[in-house]
């Protein structure tokens, strides 16, 4: 069965250039995270979501983030402007949906680095 | 926000020796779940928790969820090489749901 599949591993490009990444969730996981990873910390949560809504969007910046799962499957995170800050591991995670045994076992990409010069 | 206090922050052992590391937090947990990320990869579910007091094996791993729902613990018997990397808790809060709130990791190298 393949995992979380994440686009592009790496990316560098320079202050206020646009970004974006790609996540393809493991099939079946109705549920799908945006984490960023900074260097040295744990992942924190972007967003979440249930199917094709957002359910939780409260630590996205959304002055300049974006995300988007159209048909709830596939999903897309979109940084724009990119700022020096937004240098990170952003990692794209599903599960089964809420509810569901075994809640709360996410399953990661390998995430993509991004790096803002 | 809410926070995990992962400790200790790095371990270096020499392949053979058990390792300890624990998360508490002063909120309270319905879920509590370990990660290993090794470089350049994503974190992966090495033992998911979901009873106060459950004491739960995976191979050489060992990992409690704490009976106050406020702390876990893993452990690791007989490390070997392979077990270098950064271990991460990560809870779902009570009355939260499906966020995992995670903590800054633990760094563990093993020495041959």
């Known amino acids: 069965e393949a995992g979380v599949v994440q686009s592009p591993r790496y990316k560098i490009i320079e202050k206020k250039q646009p970004v974006a990444f790609w996540c393809n969730p493991i099939?079946?996981?109705?549920?799908l995270y945006w984490y960023r990873q900074n260097l040295g910390q744990g992942p924190e949560l972007l967003i979440r979501?249930?199917?094709?809504?957002?359910?939780?969007d409260s630590q996205l910046p959304k002055d300049r983030f974006s995300a988007e799962r159209l048909k709830g499957v596939d999903s897309t995170l979109k940084i724009q402007p990119a700022e020096l800050g937004d240098s990170a591991v952003y990692l794209c995670?599903?599960?089964?949906?809420?509810?569901?045994?075994?809640?709360?076992?996410?399953?990661f990409g390998e995430g993509s680095r991004l790096t803002v010069l | 926000g809410q926070q995990l206090n992962q400790s200790p922050q790095s371990m270096f052992i020499q392949e053979g020796e058990d390792v300890s590391m624990n998360c508490t937090s002063s909120?309270?947990?319905?879920?509590w779940l370990w990660y290993k990320q090794d470089p350049g990869e994503g974190p992966v579910l090495l033992i998911a928790?979901?009873?106060?007091?459950e004491l739960t094996s995976n191979g050489r791993l060992t990992a409690q969820f704490g009976i106050t729902r406020k702390d876990s613990f893993l452990n690791i018997s007989a490390s070997i090489p392979s077990d270098v990397g950064i271990y991460f808790c990560a809870g779902q809060l009570r009355g939260s749901q499906g966020n995992l709130i995670f903590g800054k990791g633990t760094k563990l190298s093993v020495k041959p």
């Open positions: 099939s079946g996981h109705n549920t």
């Open positions: 995670a599903s599960s089964l949906e809420w509810g569901a045994a075994n809640t709360g076992e996410l399953f």
């Open positions: 928790l979901y009873k106060a007091g």
């Open positions: 909120s309270i947990f319905n879920t």
């Open positions: 979501y249930e199917n094709e809504e957002a359910v939780d």
